[in-house]
């Protein structure tokens, strides 16, 4: 298999995996191509090689940077503007941990201690709803909390050397 070929592949892997972890297509190509590149990448360059839409490319750019997953590089003399993708793989799983314990995690909580948290005419139906909701909320916020604790430590300095020991 040829360079471009395997790149390509990629690329188009990657971005079929994106819906895995609450990323559209496209956002997730970006990102592939972003993360494999040796230097940063142009908007237009993204364009070319993905053939999707200026806006659509935008629009992705800006959500990749809003994860903290992308960033902007800006190179001397050149008004365009050219972006790298985040390479180091412990970082970039635990912005991706972070940012879907936002967006995912945290809501799901907010709706389970709602419901867990209903008034009750003491029907056996009524018990067993929150009995089981109730668990439920225990279970995701001790997941999310375990998450908040495996970022922490990676951030972390002193677990980042025991994490590189352990490697």
């Not at 009524?126 to 001790?142: G, N, P, R």
Request: aromatic residues 8%; glycine residues 4%; neutral net charge.
């Amino acid at each position: 298999m040829e360079f471009k070929e395997a790149k390509n592949k990629f690329v188009q892997t990657w971005g079929a995996l994106g819906s895995q972890w609450g990323i559209n297509k496209t956002m997730a190509q970006i990102h592939a191509l972003l993360m494999v590149s040796n230097e940063p990448v142009s908007m237009e360059d993204i364009m070319d090689e993905l053939q999707i839409s200026r806006g659509n490319a935008s629009m992705n750019l800006r959500a990749l940077m809003d994860w903290g997953i992308v960033y902007k590089e800006y190179k001397a003399g050149e008004r365009r503007e050219f972006f790298i993708a985040e390479k180091d793989l412990d970082e970039l799983a635990s912005k991706i941990a972070r940012e879907r314990s936002k967006r995912e995690i945290k809501p799901a909580l907010k709706i389970l201690k709602e419901v867990s948290s209903i008034k009750t005419n003491n029907t056996i139906e009524e018990k067993q709803f929150i009995d089981q909701t109730t668990k439920l909320y225990d279970f995701v916020l001790k997941a999310d909390n375990m998450l908040d604790k495996m970022t922490e430590f990676n951030e972390n300095w002193l677990g980042r050397l025991v994490l590189k020991i352990m490697k």
